[in-house]
């Protein structure tokens, strides 16, 4: 094994687990987090996002045991959850144990038998950073089950049981693009995911000179869970006026036609679903061809939606997307944007991939001078789905 593979949370969550359990684990599983290059507030609208696997990944170390409980050591948090595996599962400590426990519980309904079994979890995706280790948490997860059950799911349906954990078990309203992302990811590759139906399209990224940088605010202003059920609401006055099912439905032509007649704010949030949308499905289509001056130009135009019509941004997203526009694609940054809910959070910026270290440490000084507060800058190109490597199957 090479020092940089010896590194990587696969071999760590393997070593760690041979220390605590005196044996070597019979599975690792690994599943990515997730960054979205455009499409933002369009999924709950039936519309596309288009995401991509990091590279940064969550692994669990795991073997059966011969009683019902689970045991689980978090290398990250530092502690251990144990749980019976009999009857109805239920939420426990610690907080992180849910992820598990309601993957766990997924797969009880499903009637999929879940044995007992000890296991290490190590990541290298940050924690409530932005990338999702949630996701990476659960399909990691999910992906050790399908082999400890001899069974395994269609991506579909572990990305619904995921996202059902998530929902029930950590009271998180999510969608589903982190967890299929996450299943489906693959390597040198975005996933267009068309929300209706739950399907994605894999879109080339191969040009190596290409990265995507990552930048956390750290910072989270209250408003998000509030004004997020309120888009929502907004969003189904919109499709109603329109008559339409969803959002997705409509065109910028429909929603020009029927202006008169509605009010000026729910305009403009259907402006944006309407617009991302397009945005969305014309970056995909330009990215085999690497017309990235253009699909830099479709992220500001993105970020100028969220902020001027969505009003999602704040004055800190906003700082970095305009720092990241001054450096320009002179400085190699084609294109910068919000990604997330908003209100804080992180921006994701499209830029050439050797100049992407310094790219962040030029914003990261402009935004702590601006602030006081530090950035967290992650860097990563496309990465692979989640897998699965069984020891005592023959390497061949
Ligand atoms: P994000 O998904 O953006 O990283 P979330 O708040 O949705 O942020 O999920 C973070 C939570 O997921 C953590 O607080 C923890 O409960 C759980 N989690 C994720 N990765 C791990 C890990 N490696 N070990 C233990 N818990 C984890
Ligand atoms: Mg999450």
């Known amino acids: ?43 709950y609208n039936d519309g596309f996002v288009l995401p991509m696997a990091t590279e940064q990944r ?58 007992g079994f000890n296991a290490v979890i190590d990541s290298d995706v940050p924690l409530g950073g932005g990338l999702s280790s949630s996701a990476a948490l659960e399909i990691a997860t999910a992906t050790l089950l399908e082999a400890m059950a001899g069974r395994k799911l269609d991506p ?25 992302v996450s299943v489906m990811g693959r390597k040198d590759h975005l996933l267009l995911i068309d929300c209706r139906d739950r399907t994605g399209k894999f879109v080339p990224f191969t040009d190596r000179s290409l990265s995507l940088l990552i930048i956390n605010t750290n910072v989270r202003h209250a408003l998000v869970d509030g004004e997020y059920a309120r888009r929502r609401a ?43 949308n397009n945005r969305t499905l014309e970056a995909a289509r330009r990215i085999p061809a690497g017309d990235w001056e253009h699909i830099g130009r479709l992220m500001y135009e993105s970020h100028a939606s969220l902020r001027d019509d969505y009003h999602v941004s704040c004055t800190e997203l906003d700082l970095v997307v305009q720092q990241a526009e001054q450096i320009g694609v002179a400085g190699g940054v084609f294109g910068c944007r919000m990604t997330g809910a908003g209100f804080g959070g992180c921006t994701v910026a499209l830029v050439q991939a050797e100049k992407a270290r310094r790219i962040g440490e030029i914003i990261g000084e402009a935004y702590l001078a601006k602030t006081s507060n530090y950035a967290s800058i992650f860097l990563s190109r496309p990465g692979a789905g989640a897998s699965l490597v069984d020891f005592s199957k023959p390497n061949i």
């Open 1 to 43: 094994m090479s020092s940089t593979t010896d590194q990587l949370p696969e071999a760590r969550a393997q070593r760690f687990f041979v220390k605590a359990f005196e044996t070597a684990p019979r599975w690792v599983a690994s599943a990515p987090g997730r960054v979205n290059l455009i499409g933002e507030h369009t999924d």
């Open 234 to 276: 907004q969003c189904e006055t919109a499709a109603e006026m329109l008559g339409v099912t969803a959002l997705r439905d409509a065109t910028p032509a429909m929603l020009e036609t029927a202006r008169a007649k509605m009010d000026p704010l729910i305009f403009r949030r259907a402006r944006h679903v309407i617009t991302e």
């Open 156 to 180: 579909t349906t572990k990305a619904l049981l995921c996202q059902q954990a998530e929902r029930q078990f950590a009271g998180v309203p999510c969608g589903i693009m982190d967890q299929l």
């Open 58 to 115: 969550t692994a669990i170390a795991a073997s059966l045991t011969n009683d019902r409980t689970a045991t689980l050591h978090s290398v990250t948090t530092g502690d251990t959850a144990t749980f019976s595996l009999e009857g109805e599962v239920r939420r426990g400590t610690p907080a992180w144990s849910n992820y598990v426990r309601g993957i766990v519980a997924g797969f009880k309904e499903l009637k999929l038998p879940v044995k």
